[in-house]
């Protein structure tokens, strides 16, 4: 039972922290962004987008909807789930750039709309993260056991209703030590295994398109335009993982040139090779043929080329092993943030020192998924993982907007913007399940055209933040549409999938107010003392700043202290670049001092100059 004066200061706390959002430079001085190297590159970020993106799904998930949800038409059904992950997958880059931290949506929506919105976002990814990456797994000793020319479920064992899967369990005790070791080492080991994956793909391609019937076309959309949709809400949990690049942002050499290409050009080679491959099978077998556990295995056997099959089973392996990898690792990064802002216990945010990895938070996620793909069913949570996912993109979206119209802080009333974007999420649900359950013609037209005049009606409000960096194209229609999308996908998704998801949002509501937001006001507290040092250091370092010159591109240009330049070399015992080497100390320290106040940075200091 809790007790009265604790209930007292529970609801002191939500009233507090809630819906308190910080601003960008706040939100950047106190989340340690130097813990985590630098390491990953362009190329590492595709890799990782494509690794994350294209797993075992594609091979399953494509007869499923071709067969029994949208026939030839599963064409269209991916590029409508493909238009939704790109309308937010913009939103994401927007985001990253501009807040480059490991973390991902939890920081965009923590500087939108305030903590508890932030903590509920961080709660579905967890649940998206883990349970994807352990019910992926699951598909791995199916998979490896037909390589291995053996039933699918030779690798498993009975144990009354539940069938473990120690390989699965394996597996991913195996990629949890591999991140464990280190950054740099597993992208490397993803490159190779996603390159090898892509090569199976190809390979699929091309020895698919020979035995193509265009008669298998028609008829094209035998379930209609509602079929069609259903299936891009089932096929739309293929394009999951394009956000975990974003949650490696901190991880990144060049946030800004970087993250762009890493989330936008992993996505676009994933959708092309979909729906190639979705091409591929319709045209191969007649949709009412298509098998739907392994629906480009019994394809080739059909057309008697066995030998291929094996290609697809190693395909789907290689799929599994990337798609758990990236999971794994962008839900690790998502409970350092969490750790560091003390939502959850700080032990998870710390970096070991040897490996350059959050060890800790690693190994915590390894253990849950392992655990979860021991015994778990995977068709069950498919849809809740689904379900979730849609949310935290429409409230990416969401944040998006309501940070170009409207800054914390700024004195500025946030109604209008707030106006709209309620108005957005009422339409596109009115819109959704009108075209859902088949509602007359008039009311679906209705709210599509009060949706499009909402979405018209955002460009007579002033913004108020323009990002320098990276901004989403056609604004606002994009972020707009990225709230449209979700919304529509998620009333394809059956009524259990509504239970669950609401029973998962209680559930993050009680550890919001039981733990999350306690721990997160002691970090506001340890938060303060830090401003009131840096205060003390900006003030100690004013007192000072007369003996000092700045560095310019030259190197050394000046006295430092009573040491004048002409004792440098000359018997003075100190070399030029040790000096320099001083100067850039005290300008970080200055830096750090700056943003710890509260205060935007005004040095022109680049370490990329040195």
Not at 259 to 281: D, E, H, K, N, W
Not at 410 to 418: D, E, F, T
Not at 510 to 519: P, R, T
Not at 574 to 601: I, K, P, V, W
């Amino acid at each position: 039972m809790i007790s009265k004066i604790r209930w007292q200061r529970i609801q002191t706390l939500l009233f507090k922290r809630a819906f308190s959002a910080r601003s960008i430079e706040e939100h950047r001085a106190r989340s340690g962004t130097d813990e985590l190297p630098k390491v990953l590159g362009p190329l590492d970020l595709t890799f990782l987008g494509l690794g994350s993106i294209i797993g075992a799904g594609v091979f399953v998930l494509s007869g499923v909807a071709a067969r029994e949800l949208a026939g030839p038409a599963v064409i269209t059904s991916y590029l409508v789930s493909a238009t939704a992950a790109l309308l937010s997958a913009l939103c994401y880059t927007e985001m990253a750039v501009s807040l480059p931290i490991t973390g991902g949506a939890f920081n965009y929506i923590s500087i939108s709309f305030g903590e508890l919105a932030a903590w509920l976002v961080a709660w579905n990814m967890c649940l998206e993260t883990t349970l994807s990456s352990a019910a992926v797994a699951r598909g791995f000793a199916s998979y490896l056991a037909t390589l291995l020319g053996l039933q699918p479920s030779s690798l498993r064992i009975s144990a009354g209703p539940l069938e473990l899967d120690p390989a699965a369990a394996a597996l991913i005790l195996l990629l949890t030590a591999i991140l464990a070791k280190g950054t740099r080492e597993s992208s490397i080991f993803n490159m190779v295994v996603t390159a090898l994956n892509i090569a199976s793909i190809l390979f699929i391609l091309c020895a698919g398109f020979p035995k193509a019937h265009a008669a298998n076309l028609s008829p094209f959309a035998p379930f209609g335009a509602r079929g069609v949709f259903s299936a891009a809400a089932v096929l739309f949990f293929s394009f999951v993982g394009f956000d975990y690049v974003a949650n490696a942002a901190e991880e990144a050499k060049d946030p800004a040139k970087h993250l762009p290409l890493g989330i936008v050009g992993s996505l676009g080679i994933a959708t092309a090779l979909y729906l190639l491959m979705a091409l591929c099978i319709v045209l191969m077998v007649p949709y009412q043929q298509i098998d739907i556990n392994a629906p480009f295995s019994a394809a080739f056997l059909q057309a008697g080329m066995a030998w291929a099959a094996k290609v697809v089973s190693l395909g789907a392996v290689l799929g599994i092993v990337t798609s758990t990898m990236t999971g794994l690792l962008g839900q690790s990064r998502l409970l350092v943030v969490l750790g560091r802002e003390r939502l959850l216990p700080l032990a998870l945010a710390e970096v070991s020192e040897r490996f350059g990895t959050p060890v800790r938070a690693t190994v915590v996620t390894g253990a849950a998924a392992a655990t979860l793909a021991f015994v778990l069913d995977i068709g069950i949570l498919a849809e809740l993982v689904s379900i979730g996912t849609l949310y935290v993109f429409l409230m990416v979206c969401s944040g998006v907007l309501y940070m170009r119209y409207h800054q914390p802080g700024s004195g500025s009333s946030a109604l209008p913007i707030l106006a709209a974007l309620g108005g957005l999420v009422l339409t596109a649900i009115g819109f959704s399940v009108a075209f859902t359950f088949s509602a007359r013609w008039g009311i679906v037209l209705l709210c599509l055209l009060l949706f499009a005049a909402i979405t018209a009606s955002l460009l007579a409000l002033p913004i108020k933040h323009t990002p320098e960096r990276f901004q989403v194209p056609f604004f606002p229609l994009t972020p707009a549409c990225g709230i449209g999308f979700p919304i529509l996908l998620t009333a394809s998704l059956g009524w259990p999938a509504y239970v669950r998801f609401g029973a998962w949002m209680l559930a993050g509501l009680a550890v919001y107010a039981l733990y999350g937001v306690h721990g997160a006001e002691q970090r506001e507290l340890e938060h303060l003392r830090e401003r009131e040092l840096a205060a003390r250091q900006m003030t100690q370092a004013s007192s000072s700043s007369r003996r000092l010159t700045s560095l310019d591109r030259e190197g050394y240009a000046g006295p430092m202290g009573a040491l004048e330049l002409g004792q440098v070399g000359s018997g003075g015992g100190m070399s030029r670049g040790y000096l320099a080497q001083q100067q850039r100390d005290f300008m970080r320290a200055t830096d750090r001092a700056r943003l710890m106040a509260g205060m935007r940075n005004s040095s022109a200091y680049d370490a990329e100059e040195d």
